[in-house]
């Protein structure tokens, strides 16, 4: 394995959304000098970076006998000991399972459409065409109260909008500089957690004074209604926590770069709006509304949702810690050393995708997602649970939004470090389509 000093100047590149595409392309021209699995020091401690797929793909897939999950100890502060993020063995088991089931069930699924049709038509109503959208805005507040309601049953209110801003407050600390005295960030982003893990508190106990169902109505009366002793309230609160980073983070971002790359590819925006508008005739003809299945059944919107993920690479990678030494393809990996799974390398690389700059849903017709080339969710025991609902929120919110606006993309670039986002926050100009309406249908 080649130390990879490069790597230094690579990470400088990815800070400059306008360097982007070329840094990935220097770093594939290294891997063709050093190979795909290399040894570096860029995250403070030894790390070995994989960006082939196969290694990836064993790393992601190995049990806490040989991986455990490691992240920088700020963030490691703010999630505690607890979180699902963090544990190991068979309570990150149960838990994983539990929620997973969850949110794969069908009653869930119908909750999750309704409340997102509800917010996103609340949303459009408030857009006029003489002022700018900002769509990372308005796809933040849209999937955050989804996934709060999912999770604790919230509706938006006096005790929404507190949750909002002390979320803020939290998330802000979660990449801070790892010293917690009394103002710096990332005290105060631990005490913007207690206050919210206090109100989580307080909707746990109200739970358990009026009689827990046996039909579970979100995350909390899942773990609630399991037997064990393991749950106890402290760990349902924090990780509720913990559980709404994807409401700000991973789901309104898949929105918004779908919404971009949609911007800069008239062919596929054609394509795509076709299908949507003639569903939406069929069912409207039939007088039927639309359900959860109906926006996952139409192929080309799913692959505009593949492809964005692909190209998006919302989570960049994974790090993990090796509890002894490992061996992959021949490479050596000492105990305590780091790996980093860089999923965006694997999708970016030309080797495994023609093309692979270029924004293409076409490519996913006939094509199997379950590939070791495609990670967006991670994968293995701890591969994302909510994938499916990410997936289900996105197909909403562009079925609507194509549906009901036509519009037109102010310049914006993708920012890749520390988080994926947009340096602008996606600002748009919409027009209202003929027939469109304000209200939801079904």
């Not at 109260?145 to 002390?166: C, N, R, T």
């Not at 918004?256 to 409207?284: C, G, H, R, V, W």
């Not at 609902?389 to 562009?398: T, W």
């Not at 549906?403 to 996606?426: H, Y």
Request: proline share 5%; aromatic share 10%; net charge positive.
């Amino acid at each position: 394995m080649a130390t990879y000093r490069a790597l230094l100047s690579l990470k400088s590149s990815l800070d400059d959304p306008d360097s982007r595409l070329s840094a990935l392309r220097l770093l594939n021209v290294v891997n063709r000098m050093y190979g795909k699995v290399f040894k570096s020091h860029i995250f403070g401690s030894p790390t070995i970076v994989s960006t082939d797929a196969e290694v990836s793909k064993f790393v992601l897939q190995s049990d806490a006998k040989a991986f455990v999950p490691s992240y920088p100890k700020s963030l490691t502060e703010l999630m505690g000991k607890s979180s699902i993020l963090l544990i190991n063995g068979s309570l990150q088991r149960r838990i994983h399972g539990l929620i997973g089931a969850f949110f794969k069930s069908p009653h869930l699924k119908a909750q999750i459409t309704r409340d997102m049709q509800k917010y996103i038509q609340e949303s459009m109503a408030t857009w006029r065409d003489d002022l700018p959208i900002f769509i990372q805005d308005e796809t933040k507040n849209i999937a955050f109260q989804v996934l709060v309601k999912a999770l604790i049953s919230l509706d938006p209110g006096e005790d929404m909008e507190f949750l909002k801003k002390q979320f803020q407050e939290f998330i802000a600390g979660l990449m801070s500089i790892p010293i917690n005295i009394p103002g710096s960030r990332l005290y105060r982003s631990l005490q913007a957690k207690k206050k919210m893990v206090k109100l989580v508190q307080k909707i746990i106990q109200a739970k358990k004074e009026s009689g827990i169902s046996n039909v579970s109505k979100d995350v909390v009366d899942v773990l609630l209604n399991d037997t064990s002793d393991q749950l106890t309230d402290d760990l349902i609160a924090d990780n509720m926590i913990d559980m709404m980073i994807p409401g700000e983070d991973s789901v309104p971002l898949l929105m918004t770069l779908a919404i971009k790359y949609l911007s800069d590819s008239p062919t596929a925006l054609q394509q795509i709006t076709k299908e949507n508008m003639e569903f939406k005739t069929i069912k409207e003809q039939l007088g039927e509304p639309l359900c959860w299945s109906d926006y996952l059944s139409l192929p080309f919107t799913q692959n505009v949702i593949t492809e964005t993920l692909r190209m998006g690479n919302i989570i960049n990678g994974v790090m993990r810690k090796t509890m002894k030494d490992v061996e992959i393809k021949g490479y050596q990996i000492p105990k305590g050393w780091c790996v980093f799974t860089y999923f965006r390398s694997v999708h970016l690389d030309e080797n495994n995708y023609d093309g692979a700059y270029d924004f293409n849903p076409w490519r996913w017709q006939d094509k199997d997602i379950s590939s070791c080339n495609f990670t967006p969710f991670g994968g293995g025991q701890r591969l994302c649970p909510g994938l499916d609902l990410a997936r289900l929120e996105a197909s909403i919110f562009l079925h609507h939004f194509i549906t009901e606006f036509s519009w037109v993309a102010e310049d914006d670039t993708i920012v890749n470090f520390p988080t994926v986002r947009m340096k602008r926050r996606m600002p748009i100009w919409v027009k209202r389509k003929p027939n469109s309406t304000k209200e939801t249908k079904g």
